[in-house]
């Protein structure tokens, strides 16, 4: 991942915005910005956020390449498509939101320790591996993120739904040892490496 | 104003705003026939319901006055008010339009001394203050309508209200008896200038236009501000009649966006940098303006007017578009949220009232338009197809009133040498 990193500044130098065009999915949007200010205004996590969208934009075309790869203000996006909305330019300030914090998740610069960051890295790995979603060992991996303890006092608070799932038999706790996966396993993961080729070839990724 | 035979040498203006009024005036003191075509009961347009004009800040009526004193004492245009262009057939040099008009029930004998609108008892929202106040059912549309006679509501039609306007009128005015006639008119030209309407600010719904009344458009805060509108030119609050003394501006309020308007409006920031100047003029350093911008395009060379209000120290300036509005329940006060531009600071900010410096839409879309034009995005109207129709002032482009009255002389350059060119040919 380092490697990685290492050869985009090479490659780009100085110009963050060009390496933003060419390798963030929809990051060709971001020169439309005119700097209005709706998008910021109209997040409804817009406190919460170190740079709101309408500043990330500006600190891209300033070459603030550090601040932005390494900010947690992209991993706040929730997704809730108001600013997309209104942009009056209509940019997918959302697309590239996201398009940004996998960016940075693949040069190795995006925050430890984020909580959707690491939601995200446990949902992928959880899903792509058998082509199926275990929903078991998904909550149980976010339940014990943070230690041992952590984990037992959530499961612990949750006892009562947990006993519930498994009265009604939404909750299978064999799926803990081996779980049920899709018929073709192969063919998910060769069109999962497809894509990947693919989207490398898009965004001028090294391979 | 004779009643002129209209032949495929006659120009034809569709549109009695200042455009059209510029158009046909220009193309009749050049010795050509004009017919000058309104859908209203008045010329003048939306320049008369101004208050003031940007940047000398003075009154539109002496530019009107001047032009109708200049149609009154001109024998070459035939004004026909009330109706509407429906359908142009024809090509270059030989038209003929289909206008359709609309009964006026009052006619040529009235004197405009008011005493049908005494006599009528039923009211109807003024058009001419934007729908802000009432108008009795029988009114004249304002004070400086041309022509300067009365108009009967239809609503009144066969009601006993309308009775009663009948037997008011000294003069024999009153006909009720008045249809729908449809005319045709042959034309060697035809210039097209229906102008411009205000964008439907209640689609931009995060301003909440129409569900906050003190939300207002900068066309209706011109009525406010005019001593013939619906206050007597006092700024008072649309919710409960007070004083607003801390007006926000809101620019681009449909205009440079890809979901109301494409285009950049051009007028409005200038419209609100005029208006800041009704606040000083109503509450001097009482008066707090604050304009949200985008940027400021104080067009043509109007820089130093821009500068000169920087200067007010009753104007503030915000770099930022307003993301939305709320409403405080209790005083009705529009609270403003957005981020500043300059400096990414959120804020949350009240205000008396809120005018929102609202875009230009044409008034007939290029598509509506019943002959063979090429339009932009916008509906505003490129070219005419066939090289004989020819569009002026907002109808082509969103422009203010100086430059209107620049694109109109300009149509009628270009009119004036394809019927010169008819006259040529049969002579």
Request: aromatic letters at 8%; glycine letters at 8%; charged letters at 25%.
């Amino acid at each position: 991942m380092g490697d990685m990193n290492i050869q985009a500044i090479e490659q780009y130098r100085s110009d963050f915005l060009k390496e933003v065009e060419e390798r963030v999915e929809e990051g060709h949007w971001v020169k439309m910005c005119m700097q209005c200010g709706v998008c910021s205004g109209s997040c409804p996590f817009g406190p919460h956020w170190a740079h709101p969208p309408q500043e990330i934009f500006m600190m891209i075309r300033a070459g603030k390449r550090e601040e932005v790869l390494s900010s947690d203000s992209m991993w706040m996006c929730t997704s809730c498509y108001n600013c997309v909305v209104r942009c009056p330019r209509q940019l997918p300030i959302t697309q590239i939101m996201h398009g940004l914090a996998t960016y940075a998740h693949r040069l190795g610069l995006a925050p430890r320790n984020q909580p959707t960051r690491d939601f995200s890295i446990l949902f992928w790995e959880n899903c792509t591996k058998t082509g199926r979603v275990n929903e078991l060992k998904l909550t149980l991996g976010v339940y014990f993120r943070e230690g041992l303890m952590a984990g037992i006092k959530k499961a612990w608070n949750m006892r009562n739904i947990g006993f519930g799932l498994l009265l009604t038999k939404r909750l299978n706790p064999f799926e803990l040892f081996k779980g049920h996966a899709c018929k073709d396993q192969k063919g998910i993961h060769a069109m999962l490496k497809k894509a990947q080729e693919i989207e490398a070839r898009r965004h001028k990724l090294p391979a | 104003m004779t009643q002129a035979v209209a032949t495929n040498q006659t120009i034809l203006v569709v549109g009695g705003g200042i455009s059209g009024m510029t158009a046909a005036l220009e193309a009749a003191e050049c010795g050509k026939q004009v017919v000058l075509v309104e859908k209203l009961p008045t010329l003048g347009g939306r320049t008369a319901l101004l208050y003031r004009y940007f940047p000398k800040l003075c009154h539109p009526v002496c530019g009107l006055e001047i032009n109708l004193r200049r149609l009154r004492g001109n024998r070459n245009v035939r004004v026909i008010t009330m109706a509407e262009v429906t359908a142009i057939g024809g090509s270059r040099g030989d038209y003929t339009a289909t206008v359709k008009s609309s009964p006026r029930y009052v006619n040529e004998n009235c004197t405009a001394c008011g005493d049908c609108a005494r006599a009528v008892e039923s009211e109807i929202p003024n058009p001419y203050n934007y729908n802000l106040n009432k108008t009795k059912a029988a009114y004249l549309p304002h004070a400086m309508a041309f022509p300067q006679r009365y108009v009967i509501d239809p609503s009144i039609i066969g009601t006993p209200d309308a009775e009663r306007a009948k037997a008011a009128c000294k003069f024999g005015a009153v006909d009720l008896g008045m249809k729908e006639e449809t005319l045709q008119i042959k034309a060697g030209a035809v210039i097209w200038a229906t102008g411009w309407q205000p964008y439907d600010a209640a689609k931009i719904q995060p301003y909440g236009y129409g569900r906050f009344p003190n939300v207002i458009t900068s066309v209706e805060f011109e009525r406010l501000a005019d001593p013939h509108g619906p206050t007597g030119g006092k700024i008072l609050r649309p919710s409960d009649g007070k004083e607003a003394k801390n007006i926000a501006f809101i620019q681009c309020a449909g205009s440079r966006d890809e979901n109301h308007l494409r285009h950049c409006s051009r007028i409005c920031c200038m419209a609100s940098l005029k208006q800041t100047q009704y606040v000083r003029e109503a509450y001097g350093d009482e008066g707090r303006s604050t304009i949200y911008y985008i940027d400021i395009r104080a067009i043509d060379r109007f820089e130093d007017f821009y500068q000169k209000v920087q200067k007010d120290p009753t104007v503030k300036f915000v770099k930022s578009k307003v993301a939305r509005i709320a409403e405080d329940r209790a005083t009705r006060d529009p609270i403003l949220h957005g981020v500043d531009t300059e400096g990414y600071h959120r804020y949350e900010n009240s205000h008396d009232l809120v005018v929102l410096a609202i875009g230009m839409a044409p008034s007939v879309k290029g598509a509506d338009i019943p002959a063979e034009i090429i339009a932009d995005s916008s509906g505003f109207i490129e070219a005419g197809a066939n090289g004989g129709i020819f569009g002026a002032g907002c109808a082509t482009n969103a422009l203010d009133v100086n430059r209107s009255v620049q694109s109109a002389t300009a149509s009628v350059l270009r009119a004036v040498q394809v019927v010169n060119k008819v006259a040529r040919a049969e002579a």
